[in-house]
Nanobody, 120 residues
Framework: QVQLVESGGGLVQPGGSLRLSCAAS????????MSWYRQAPGKERELVAG????????NYADSVEGRFTISRDNAENTVYLQMNSLEPEDTAVYYC?????????????WGQGIQVTVSS
């Protein structure tokens, strides 16, 4: 069982920045595809950004492309989400996700979620 602990959320004004962190309790962190999802009130959970386990390729939702950056530090077992130029529409609970797919096994873990509120 892998535990994911998010930190760095809070209240920020429009146009501001936040950096979310997600620390994983596993020594095989580098083998996991890491992603950030978010869920706003009354809406379905959506993928925000992902980063692969191998070459660190990234992908982003169209709504955050150019404003958010996902990165990972395999030595620290941590994935980050740098969020710039925040908009009220970015207000949501943000979740860290870790996925591993092997020949004989597949794992999918979620963090508890952290609130991000963008408001003046």
């Amino acid at each position: 069982q892998v535990q994911l602990v998010e930190s760095g959320g809070g209240l920020v004004q429009p146009g501001g920045s936040l950096r979310l962190s997600c620390a994983a309790s596993t020594s095989t962190f580098s083998s996991y595809v890491m992603s950030w999802y978010r869920q706003a009130p009354g809406k379905e959970r959506e993928l925000v950004a992902g980063i692969t386990s191998g070459d660190g390729s990234t992908n982003y939702a169209d709504s955050v492309e150019g404003r958010f950056t996902i990165s990972r530090d395999n030595a620290e077992n941590t994935v980050y989400l740098q969020m710039n130029s925040l908009e009220p529409e970015d207000t949501a609970v943000y979740y860290c996700n870790a996925q591993f797919s092997g020949v004989f096994s597949k794992y999918d873990y979620w963090g508890q979620g952290i609130q991000v509120t963008v408001s003046s």
